[in-house]
């Protein structure tokens, strides 16, 4: 497989990256690597973002090379698709390519529907990042300090800095070379952990106050209301990671996160730890995702969403008693 | 150094091994394995803390056989103090050691004071449970999935999952090696990130509620009154990693945590990034530290410890307008 990768790469003049809408570190990370790579290869290669990159992103080298598409440019050889299990996660200029042009799709989401002409998806990699290291070596390259740096970013974003258990001995091993190269590994640090808005500050406090729990303990659930949205004054992105709270109390299996985003519209994350599938219970309500990781859309006020998903959630659980309780309830026992 | 090392190991029939007080995951998972690898030596061995072991890491296998020292057992012929900079870290026992007895010393501070018969310091090594898997290795042994989980929960620990700027190539390729023996990384994941008490939730949202920060953004401030602190319902280890969040806020260079102990005494922990050195701030407060961690106990009311604190975080940075404003402020400018 690499061998045919390797060669679509070494025999195209030029090449499309494309990165999935609403990008992500592994993508982005993924994206500038390869594209540096070609650049060095001494390609003309174009790398493409529906979406503008988020401020939390805007570190890694070459980022302000990464351009909206624009299916007027050159036709080109190759397009490479980065990270996207599917092409409508990067639905765009897929016109521009050359009447002989070939599309390889690198991805390692399992879900892949093998939509290139090359395909090269490793479900067992825990970023693109990784994969991105290999087909370097492969071209018989190094990455240099800035390539790295791009990768270990990636690496470090899809897998939570190894707490995802996607975290495998490779991923922590291709760390280790990526910095040995020398990169700036503080720097990928600080912008990725320490680099919080205000508003993420505000949003935290505001949705951790809305906590509330079951009396056996087993379903959190958090709350944002458009008042608490309005009051946090934060960006979309301060939602990431926020359900995280609810799922890492100690007892939770279902953790559910409650977004108001219209009136009567209400965005439901839901999370789970165990054998319990949140995927299905998200597909009840027209939604869908992961086992352990869902969301759905759902229409009424805030507070009778919560009432059908606490009702579906506790059947799931087989948790008679779903009425909830405030966190801080001093009813509640510990 | 470490043939030195080995070889008083290798004879010595009888070994205490002394955890530091108030213990960390560096020091139970390091002592826990080498623990278990002198048992499989066939060594007669105990494993001692003054302090109880925290909750968090009441999973690791053998946590249960930490005991609290008592003078009058059998002599040592080996005296191991684990993770201690100072012999005062574990003020213990050094009684049960026989007159022909050798301390010996294990340890990753630069501030070690080499108080052991035989001292091996390394300041290189992110966590000393990185120096127990070379020991293990020059022992001519393998470690088992349960030791490997006990290194790996103190790399993880000291580290921060692979945040913290120790976090070297070297970590990531003994996570890697640990890894591949089959250890239950899951369980190492779940219980030491995915376990906040409910107590933790309530302190968190209670303190960043209360987050406030200079109109220039370089210094945020979190504080925890008695009030707050009875509200939360939490326990001591609730408060780790909390001024973090302050440290976190882009743009701050000095991040406090002001948590009032009891009437007219109060706690503080300085953050800092950059180049500012908070060891020193917190030194003219009677306190000490690193220059990018420190704390003080200061007397007086804590609005008053505030405004002294920030007096002299203001001159270090040259800050002219120290007064704070609440992050919720309307008129704070993001």
Redesign the interface.
Same mark, same amino acid.
């Given at each position: 497989m690499k061998d045919e990768i390797v060669s679509a790469i070494r025999s195209a003049e030029t090449a499309l990256l494309l990165l999935h809408d609403n990008p992500d570190g592994d993508t982005i990370g993924s994206g500038l690597a390869l594209y540096a790579i070609l650049s060095r290869m001494g390609k003309r290669a174009i790398l493409c973002c529906n979406d503008p990159i988020p401020k939390t992103y805007r570190f890694l080298p070459g980022w302000d090379q990464i351009r909206k598409p624009a299916p007027e440019r050159a036709r080109h050889d190759l397009a490479i698709f980065i990270d996207c299990s599917d092409p409508d996660r990067a639905p765009q200029c897929l016109e521009s390519l050359a009447p002989h042009g070939k599309v390889l799709n690198i991805d390692h989401h399992g879900t892949n529907t093998a939509y290139g002409d090359i395909n090269w998806v490793d479900p067992r990699a825990a970023a693109v990042g990784q994969m991105i290291f290999h087909l370097i070596a492969a071209l018989d390259m190094t990455p240099t300090p800035d390539e790295a740096l791009c990768l270990y970013a990636s690496i470090?974003s899809d897998t939570g @800095?190894?707490? +995802?258990?996607n *975290? *495998?001995? $490779?991923a922590?091993?291709i760390?280790?070379?990526l910095?040995?190269t020398g990169m700036d590994?503080?720097l990928v640090? $600080?912008r990725l +952990?320490?680099?919080? $808005?205000?508003?993420d500050?505000?949003l /935290?406090?505001l949705a /951790? &106050?809305t906590?509330e729990?079951t009396r056996d303990g087993s379903i959190a659930v958090m709350s944002v209301t458009r008042d608490i949205w309005e $009051?946090a004054?934060a960006e979309d992105q301060a939602m990431e990671g926020l359900v995280?709270?609810a799922? @890492?109390?100690?007892g939770v299996k279902i953790a559910l996160l409650l977004r108001e985003v219209e009136d009567n519209k209400v965005k439901v994350g839901f999370r789970a &730890?165990g054998n319990y599938d949140v995927g299905a219970l998200a597909a009840q309500f027209g939604g869908g995702g992961h086992p352990g990781a869902a969301g759905a859309l759902l229409e009424g006020p805030l507070a009778e969403v919560k009432a059908r998903v606490m009702e579906a959630a506790g059947s799931l659980l087989g948790c008679s008693d779903t009425s909830l309780v405030s966190?801080?309830d001093s009813t509640?026992e510990?």
């Open positions: 470090v @800095s190894f707490r +995802f258990d *975290t *495998t001995p $490779e922590h091993e760390a280790a070379a910095l040995r590994a503080g640090r $600080e +952990f320490e680099n919080r $808005e205000r508003g500050i505000r /935290l406090a /951790l &106050r906590m729990i $009051e004054r995280n709270y799922r @890492s109390i100690a &730890r966190l801080w509640l510990e």
